[in-house]
Each structure stands twice: as structure tokens, then as C-alpha cells.
């Protein structure tokens, strides 16, 4: 089992900058790929950004490209949404969540999620 608590979601201006994190508990968190999810009122969970166990590979959506950086820390079994230049319609529930890779020839090509956390509001007003 691993526990997932998100945290440095709030109210920014468009343009502006927050970083989320999600932290994790449990069992071992370095063996699992992380990934960050949004769900904006009234639409489903989207992918948004993940990184590999190692933090060797990343992947991100083509809308937050440039913009949204994933990292981690193994150390302190944290992993991190660096978002700059926000837009109003990165207005959303973000959620993190502990998976594992389907394919081992790929990493980031299909990833199984397995626990998620509870989100964190992220507001961007424009």
C-alpha cells in the first residue's frame, strides 16, 4: 500500500507560479512511477505530467510543454508539479498517483496507477 497526500494547491494569478507536491507513505515509494492528474469541473481526469522510478524519463501533455516541470525525490518520497506561467484553464483538481510500467522496454509508454491521492485546487484567475 502507499498513501498519497498532495499539497501547494491555491488561488494565483494567470502568469503566475505554485508548486504542488505529493508526498508519499507506505510502501516503498521508489519503486513505483508517479504521475500528476487534473479533473476540471465537469470534465473527466486528464494526464497531465509523469516520471519514471528514477526520474530518468518524463513525460508531459502537450499543453502544459514548456510550462510544467515533474521531479522527485526519492530521499523524501516527494514528488513535485513545478507550474509556471499558469492559465486560466490549468483551473483544476490535481491529483498524484504511484504506478507501475506496463511495458519494461518502455517506461512511459503505458503506466498502471494504482493508488491515488485526494487533489489539491488549483486556481488560476484571469
Known amino acids: 500500500q502507499v498513501q498519497l497526500v498532495e499539497s501547494g494547491g491555491g488561488l494565483v494569478q494567470a502568469g503566475g507560479s505554485l508548486r504542488l507536491l505529493c508526498e508519499a507513505s507506505g510502501h516503498s515509494f521508489s519503486w513505483y512511477a508517479m504521475g500528476w492528474f487534473r479533473q476540471a469541473p465537469g470534465k473527466e481526469r486528464d494526464f497531465v505530467a509523469a516520471i519514471s522510478w528514477n526520474g530518468a524519463n518524463r513525460k508531459y501533455v502537450e499543453s502544459v510543454k514548456g510550462r510544467f516541470t515533474i521531479s522527485r525525490d526519492n530521499a523524501k518520497n516527494t514528488v513535485y508539479l513545478q507550474m509556471n506561467t499558469l492559465k486560466p484553464e490549468d483551473t483544476a483538481v490535481y491529483y498524484c498517483?504511484?504506478?507501475?510500467?506496463?511495458?519494461?522496454?518502455?517506461?512511459?509508454?503505458?503506466?498502471?496507477?494504482?493508488?491515488w491521492g485526494q487533489g489539491t485546487q488549483v486556481t488560476v484567475s484571469s
Open positions: 498517483a504511484a504506478g507501475t510500467p506496463r511495458y519494461d522496454s518502455d517506461p512511459m509508454a503505458a503506466i498502471d496507477y494504482r493508488y
